[in-house]
């Protein structure tokens, strides 16, 4: 069996190859010119978040039924099942075409299975499952275990972030013209969590300043019961001074701290200077 996964799934390129898994590269265009996300192997982050503050029009894109034959039929071919841990459905319109790819696939290779599931995560949060799912995986987890799994899984990974601008939000149909106007004149910067288990972004708060929202994201974690050992990630789109901040307040009383970049496709969407904490629960 073939394991895939896509780059709104998010984990830095190294990880990634370390998995020995396959990846789908989710497109988004800039400025109309269609690219392909990769992990960072060849995409300056640092310049595509420079290019969306200078006005620069980014939209994501879904990829269409031919391109998921592409990615899965030379497996199938070649006499393999397909395991494809994907980010939340929820959150795009391009798993009706990867339905309609498997539909297709099922015909002409009727004694392969190909199996799509859910991670109900977007970002690093998908990257922990697979990353999870595969080690368990390859220690003996059995592959009907593994929707159970990735269901506990959903229910333990916690992730809240807030956005410099809400306009980014506000082009993602995520809030109204008026609430962005009003909150960015006000200065109040939404604070957001990605729920796993609805595979949603949900709004649970605000604050008035960025300080005040960064401190607000820290409380999250720090009145949480972390599983031990579990690792701290900060995700921020080209902010690391302000990753840097989270990091000092988070020292004292946690170690295993790490940072991540949020990729275009996400980034699309949340925007520069999205900053926040990514952790597991007990």
Not at 18 to 31: N, Q, R, S, W
Not at 62 to 78: I, Q
Request: charged share 25%; hydrophobic share 35%; proline share 3%.
């Amino acid at each position: 069996m073939r394991i895939f996964t896509d780059t709104n799934c998010e984990m830095h390129i190294d990880e990634f190859k370390a998995l020995g898994i396959e990846l789908i590269k989710m497109p988004y265009t800039v400025d109309g010119d269609m690219r392909y996300y990769d992990l960072g192997e060849s995409t300056n982050l640092t310049a595509f978040y420079q290019q969306m503050r200078e006005g620069a029009v980014v939209k994501t894109q879904a990829l269409n039924e031919h391109d998921y034959c592409e990615y899965f039929e030379p497996v199938l071919k070649n006499g393999e099942d397909v395991l494809y841990i994907s980010f939340t459905h929820n959150m795009s319109n391009t798993f009706n075409s990867m339905n309609m790819a498997i539909k297709t696939l099922k015909e002409k290779y009727p004694n392969r299975t190909i199996t799509c599931m859910d991670s109900g995560e977007i970002s690093i949060g998908g990257g922990v499952v697979v990353r999870r799912v595969v080690k368990a995986y390859n220690e003996g987890l059995l592959f009907s275990d593994i929707p159970k799994f990735i269901d506990q899984l959903r229910h333990k990974i916690k992730i809240y972030v807030t956005v410099e601008d809400l306009e980014y939000l506000r082009r993602g149909g995520r809030i109204s013209r008026v609430k962005s106007i009003v909150g960015s004149v006000l200065g109040v910067k939404p604070i957001i969590e990605m729920d796993g288990v609805k595979g949603a972004l949900e709004k649970i708060g605000s604050a008035k300043g960025r300080k005040v929202a960064l401190k607000q994201v820290v409380s999250y974690l720090e009145e949480s019961d972390i599983e031990e050992g579990s690792e701290v990630i900060i995700l921020h789109a080209d902010c690391l001074d302000d990753a840097n901040m989270i990091k000092e307040k988070l020292e004292p009383n946690y170690k295993n701290i790490k940072f991540h970049d949020v990729g275009p496709v996400v980034g699309a969407h949340c925007g520069p200077g999205t900053v926040g904490v990514c952790f597991i629960v007990k």
